[in-house]
Structure formats: C-alpha cells, structure tokens
C-alpha cells in the first residue's frame, strides 16, 4: 500500500484516487501494484459491486512517470504497468472512470477499458507516444481506430493531437461531460446506480460486449443460452416478484 493510491468504499463502490497531485499523478511501479492488486481484489469481494478511477487536484493522471521509465529502461523485470493493463482489461465488474483533468499517454488509453466515463469539462486527452519515440499500448492501436475511425485515430496516436472534452464526447470516447465540480458527484452517482442492479446480470451483460462470440448468429446463440439460465436466478426471481408486488427490487443479499 502507497498514499499515492487512496483507496475508499461505499455503498459498495470501490474508489481508487491516484494521488500523487505534486506530479501530475504520474504513475510509478508501486502504483501501478497497489491500483492492480486493489482492482483485482474488488473483482472478487461480493461486497463490491464497481470500482471506480479518479485522480487528485486538477490532474486524473500524466502518465508513466518518466524517471521511473528511465530507471526502468534496461531492466528485463515485469513492469507494473503490464499487470495493470491485463487487470482493467480484464475485470469483470463495471469500471468507471471520474476523469477529473487532463489524461495523458496511458491515462487516456485506459479508458478504452473502463465500461463509463465521466469528464470534466476541463479535461484534455493527449497520446504523446510518438514523440517519446514509444507506441501506443492499452491495445489501443485497435481499439482507438475501432472507436474512432482511422482518420481521428491516427491524430491522435501518430501526431499525438490533443483532444478536448467536448470533442471526447462528440466522438464517443467519454459518456458525460459535467463542470469539473460536479465530476465526482456524477461519478459517484452512477457508482451507486451500477452497484443498486443485480449484479450477475450486470456482469454477464459486460462479458458479452467485452469478449462475446465475434459473429452476429454466434452472439445471439450466446446471449439465448445465457437469457434462458438466467430466468430461473435468484436476481430474475427478485425482479419479477417485485414487479409483481409493486415495489423496488433488493438485491444487496446477492452475489
């Protein structure tokens, strides 16, 4: 555990708060471990139900702190960020991501793998690679084009051209752009809404847009096998009984 990485939880969402505000919170291996271990210990706490990434001051975070790149550069040993970016690629409960201020290099590539993202109308989105004489990472020389377009991507990874919120959202990298006040009150909000739905149908409904059969027939065979189990659950059943009776469903006692 670090004080560069604070770690909250409520009404079972967990918050993750980079925090390292007198760097821009750019990003060492220790945080990369403690974001990575925090994360993957959420995934399989039945207390949680989402997680969620932030940053500190007026900065969600700089990027892979260059000195520890430099100190970095001729080790052969793992790199936290590797485990980091397997870990958000593959989580299986929702990550959103309160983008509080500029979002540079893997900051911004990271969000290709968080399920909602909140911005504040002050953020930025830079993928300076090339001019670090680096690639971009993230899987992000897919998902960026798949997201984007070749055109737009190539801006952005290749010239490294900086992005505003309001252009985030126009071509759909970001969900909302608030006022920079009101970033983690909207962020938290949607934590809490995410966390009130039952949570194995939240699950399995990201696992299908995430890593679903490719192909259209072999999607809707998938979703048809999946839908039919899930009638007979303890979450459908809850849902159904409460729709009956005419009240809100409960599903804090499920897992």
Avoid at 7 to 18: A, H, K, W
Avoid at 158 to 164: H, I, N, V
Wanted: proline residues 5%.
């Amino acid at each position: 555990m670090t004080d560069e990485v604070v770690l909250t939880s409520t009404d079972g969402v967990l918050e993750v708060r980079l925090n390292r505000p007198e760097k821009k919170n750019a990003l060492t291996h220790a945080m990369y471990e403690t974001v990575s271990a925090a994360l993957e210990q959420a995934d399989t706490d039945p207390s949680i139900r989402v997680a969620l990434l932030t940053g500190t001051g007026d900065t969600f975070t700089s990027g892979n702190d260059i000195k520890d790149f430099q100190a970095r550069g001729a080790s052969t040993a793992p790199r936290g960020g590797s485990s980091f970016l397997q870990v958000i690629s593959s989580m299986q409960k929702p990550l959103i991501a309160a983008v509080n201020g500029a979002a540079v290099g893997v900051g911004a590539t990271m969000l290709l793998h968080c399920d909602l993202i909140v911005a504040a109308r002050s953020a930025r989105f830079v993928m300076p690679f090339t001019s670090l004489a680096l690639i971009p990472e993230a899987a992000s020389t897919l998902l960026v084009p798949r997201l984007l377009g070749h055109q737009r991507a190539s801006a952005l990874l290749l010239l490294g051209e900086p992005l505003d919120a309001a252009k985030a959202l126009e071509w759909g990298l970001v969900n909302w752009v608030v006022e920079d006040r009101m970033v983690m009150e909207t962020a938290r909000e949607i934590g809490r809404r995410l966390a009130a739905l039952p949570p194995e149908a939240v699950r399995l409904t990201k696992r299908l847009m995430r890593h679903g059969e490719p192909t259209v027939a072999g999607r809707i065979k998938e979703e048809m096998g999946i839908f039919s189990e899930r009638l007979a659950s303890e979450e459908a059943q809850e849902a159904f009984t409460a729709f009956m009776e005419k009240r809100k469903p409960d599903y804090s006692r499920l897992r």
